[in-house]
């Protein structure tokens, strides 16, 4: 064991970023001094087909553990399983609307906005709580159409941007 006058004498190694002074200003945050571009309706576009193609990755998955499962338990009599098409496009469009609403609340862009580099913000700057990410989440999944509204839209938002007050913006 060390004493306590030892490990007074021992040099501390020293972080320069102990040193360096608070940011004064986040990228598109509110203390941003610039103001965020936001979005058109190409890049969003792209990056809804990125998401798109998680979510079928993610409900095909899910559709592979469930025969796995039914295969485990009973090999013998194994048939894969045939759910209604209706019953596809609406456990799709459920995993859309959670990795949506998740997505935007935790990291404030889905894997689609992040390879873009876009980001969704509320109205002062800031990331989305659940309430909005999750309302944001299942407007855009009923209503996908309203992000045509880009095009009229002089301040380039969708029809949901417009209602919640949300903005997709370059990162």
Do not use: K
Request: proline letters at 8%; hydrophobic letters at 45%.
């Amino acid at each position: 064991m060390t004493t306590a006058e030892e490990r007074r004498s021992t040099p501390q190694p020293t972080y320069p970023w102990h040193d360096a002074a608070p940011p004064t200003s986040v990228p598109g945050g509110p203390l941003a001094t610039t103001p965020a571009v936001r979005a058109g309706l190409v890049t969003r576009s792209l990056a809804n087909i990125a998401d798109l193609v998680v979510v079928v990755l993610v409900v095909v998955g899910g559709y592979a553990t469930v025969a796995g499962a039914r295969f485990l338990l009973s090999p013998t009599t194994f048939t894969f399983p045939a759910p209604p098409p209706t019953a596809l496009l609406f456990i799709g469009l459920g995993v859309q609307a959670v990795y949506f609403t998740v997505t935007w609340a935790v990291v404030g862009g889905t894997y689609g906005d992040r390879l873009l580099g876009l980001r969704v913000i509320a109205d002062r700057g800031t990331r989305l709580g659940w309430g909005s990410s999750a309302t944001r989440a299942v407007l855009c999944t009923i209503f996908p159409i309203g992000l045509m509204w880009v095009l009229v839209s002089r301040e380039n938002r969708s029809v949901q941007d417009l209602v919640l007050r949300t903005s997709v913006v370059y990162d």
